[in-house]
């Protein structure tokens, strides 16, 4: 077919992993029954021993299952940059019509750290929360989505809303990496998660992975999860 002048054809996609690991591939299975609902948010913790770069996960869970049970998967839930980086905190009190929040110094290397991976950084799509993290860790009534400007140290509202949160300055900052905010869960089918973005998402020992279920089910359910990584 002849190209329009002026138009661009996509030739080839790939993905661009510059730091592949020396390490074996690998699989681990997980299950998790899950609270009895209606209305129901339950969590499940993994985490591994030693670094592994992430490649993939997939699920299954019964055909009998509420069609509108939703699954989020966080990596690193609520970290507070601190424990990263002692001192980091917000710079400068944030009122509720902000729909910027700007970091400190600490803050923003530990932030910049926390969301590099062979080089290229994740900008958009960052959850925070400031000052402390509710006794519910499911409850996500103060979780903010935010785009990150490291050039400014700010984390700034996607569409230029108030965030809605109040802090003082030097206030604690929590992040939270997801890959699956509350995708519906297809009952009676084998669904992959994560392959199109995680390619070497490299997780240091311990890293904590979060799966949390809104089960929308009268009785408990259950859930089977594989996670596949390349660890040496």
Request: with cysteine.
């Amino acid at each position: 077919m002849a190209e329009t002048p002026g138009t661009e054809f996509t030739r080839s996609v790939h993905v661009d992993q510059r730091d592949k690991s020396a390490g074996f591939r690998s699989r681990c299975g997980f299950f998790k029954s899950f609270d009895a609902g209606p209305d129901t948010k339950s969590l499940y913790d993994i985490s591994f021993p030693y670094a592994v770069d992430l490649m993939q996960g997939d699920y299954w869970i019964p055909s009998t299952v509420n069609p509108k049970n939703r699954l989020w998967v966080e990596v690193a839930p609520n970290t507070n940059l601190d424990l990263l980086v002692s001192g980091a905190a917000c710079d400068g009190a944030v009122a509720s019509g902000d729909s910027e929040v700007v970091l400190n110094a600490q803050a923003k290397g530990a932030l910049d750290a926390m969301l590099t991976n062979n080089g290229d950084m994740q900008t958009e799509e960052v959850y925070f929360r400031l000052t402390s993290v509710p006794g519910d860790e499911t409850d996500f009534t103060n979780l903010r989505k935010a785009r990150w400007d490291s050039a400014n140290s700010k984390l700034v509202s996607p569409d230029g809303s108030a965030f809605g949160l109040t802090a003082s300055d030097a206030d604690d900052i929590f992040i939270t990496v997801r890959w699956e905010d509350g995708s519906y869960l297809a009952p009676g089918e084998f669904v992959r998660m994560g392959d199109e973005t995680l390619g070497s998402s490299q997780l240091p020992a311990n890293t904590k992975i979060r799966f949390i279920m809104l089960n929308e089910d009268g009785s408990a359910v259950d859930v089977g999860f594989n996670l596949t990584y390349l660890h040496n």
